[in-house]
T-cell receptor, first 114, second 111 residues
Framework: NAGVTQTPKFQVLKTGQSMTLQCAQD?????MSWYRQDPGMGLRLIHY???????DQGEVPNGYNVSRSTTEDFPLRLLSAAPSQTSVYFC?????????????FGQGTRLTVV | SQELEQSPQSLIVQEGKNLTINCTSS?????LYWYKQKYGEGLIFLMM?????EEKSHEKITAKLDEKKQQSSLHITASQPSHAGIYLC???????????FGQGTTLQVKP
């Protein structure tokens, strides 16, 4: 199993550009989520999904869109990048309703918006 | 304000010393997770606690969850340089896989 795979690992964007951060998991997990990590702020939830076709907003959803057409994939879209979106992004997945299992994280995407 | 408060925010200890990191919530938690992160890398799962009063250990790291399930502590015995990194506590308050995290504790261990 590959676990949770994020691509790309690094990305530099110009202000106003759009891009999609990819996240895929091969563990058949129902729950998937996106976080951003900024210095001194831990991880903040952007969007999450409890299954294919179902998404909801987290703490900091503005400027980001998501969709969940399959169980495996949960892409994060930046429609018009802003310098405030410079951050490290993590995708995570977890089994549904299984309180005794961990959330698995990808290796992160380091995004810089100039 | 942070729903999960970690303390201290940063810590510098001499190799061989013990240390404790705390994680506090104002609400009851369904599950409390501890992760470690090396600089510039992903999150490594350490432990998960579910039951009030539960305690788990792995090598020299012990985590406890209080009886009210609102506070957890992570204790490292005889710290080593390999313990250096950022320690994050996370909690699932609603059993939706939607984890919230504390702001993290940065640990440096001086040889």
């Amino acid at each position: 199993n590959a676990g949770v795979t994020q691509t790309p690992k690094f990305q530099v964007l110009k202000t106003g550009q759009s891009m999609t951060l990819q996240c895929a998991q091969d563990m058949n997990h129902e729950y998937m989520s996106w976080y951003r990590q900024d210095p001194g702020m831990g991880l903040r939830l952007i969007h999450y999904s409890v299954g294919a076709g179902i998404t909801d907003q987290g703490e900091v959803p503005n400027g980001y869109n998501v969709s969940r057409s399959t169980t495996e994939d949960f892409p994060l879209r930046l429609l018009s990048a802003a310098p405030s979106q410079t951050s490290v992004y993590f995708c995570a997945s977890k089994l549904e309703g299984r309180m005794n299992t961990e959330a698995f994280f990808g290796q992160g995407t380091r995004l810089t918006v100039v | 304000s942070q729903e999960l408060e970690q303390s201290p925010q940063s810590l510098i200890v001499q190799e061989g010393k013990n240390l404790t990191i705390n994680c506090t919530s104002s609400k009851t938690l369904y599950g409390l997770y501890w992760y470690k992160q090396k600089y510039g890398e992903g999150l490594i799962f350490l432990m998960m606690l579910q039951k009030g009063g539960e305690e788990k250990s792995h090598e020299k790291i012990t985590a406890k969850l209080d009886e009210k399930k609102q506070q957890s502590s992570l204790h490292i015995t005889a710290s080593q340089p390999s313990h250096a990194g950022i320690y994050l506590c996370g909690a699932d308050r609603s059993n939706t896989g939607k984890l919230i995290f504390g702001q993290g504790t940065t640990l440096q261990v001086k040889p």
